[in-house]
Structure formats: C-alpha cells, structure tokens
C-alpha cells in the first residue's frame, strides 16, 4: 500500500495550495482517506478526511470555510483544497487511510507546506 501526497510548498499569507494523495496497493472504498498536519513542536492533528464510498466530509473546526477535502475515484486521488492560508497552517501534512477512523491504517509521507506572513 502507497499513499503518495505532494503539492506543498512556500505560499503567502491569504494564498491557497491543493494538496493530493495518490492511492495504491489495495481497494479503499470501505476506507476514510484524509490529512493531518504537524507543525514544528506540535502534536500532529486532525485536518480532514473523507468516506471513499459516499464522499461524507468531515473538518477540523480550525480550517473550516478554508479548506475543501474531496476525491477523485477515477484516479484513486484524495485532494486538500487549502484557501486563506494563514501562518499557522504552515506544517507537514500527512496523507492518512484508515478503515475504522480515527485509527489510521496507513500513513503517507508528508508535504511541507509553509505559509509566509
């Protein structure tokens, strides 16, 4: 099983990005896929995550109205849609797949993502 994540990078403050979590190895449609994030001295934490089968969505209150999760079956992708960036988004973001959420099955590497002021 791979999760490959990518699109991170340097952004100004009120910027976007768009994550993508390319998925393989195995079926994931009775999975949650989703993100979570750790910025530097911080526990990581929850961001997004989304039913494979159904598309039900869940956000963290934190990034609520500023960051879409959604999913592209066709190309086995989930994608982090990240707007109005702000500073203390900046952090490593890991792709995550798990078959009983919260508990996470499988991790992806993670993407730096780092918001300017």
């Known amino acids: 099983v791979q999760l490959q994540a990518s699109g991170g990078g340097l952004v100004q403050a009120g910027g976007s990005l768009r994550l993508s979590c390319a998925a393989s190895g195995r079926t994931f449609s009775s999975y949650r896929m989703g993100w979570f994030r750790q910025a530097p001295g911080k526990e990581r934490e929850f961001v997004a995550a989304?039913?494979?089968?159904?598309?039900?969505?869940y956000t963290a209150a934190s990034v609520q109205g500023r960051f879409t999760i959604s999913r592209d079956n066709a190309k086995n992708t989930v994608y982090l849609q990240m707007n109005s960036l702000k500073p203390e988004d900046t952090a490593v973001y890991y792709c995550a797949a798990g078959r009983n959420w919260p508990r996470v099955d499988y991790w992806g590497q993670g993407t730096l993502v780092t918001v300017s002021s």
């Open positions: 989304i039913r494979w089968s159904g598309g039900d969505t």
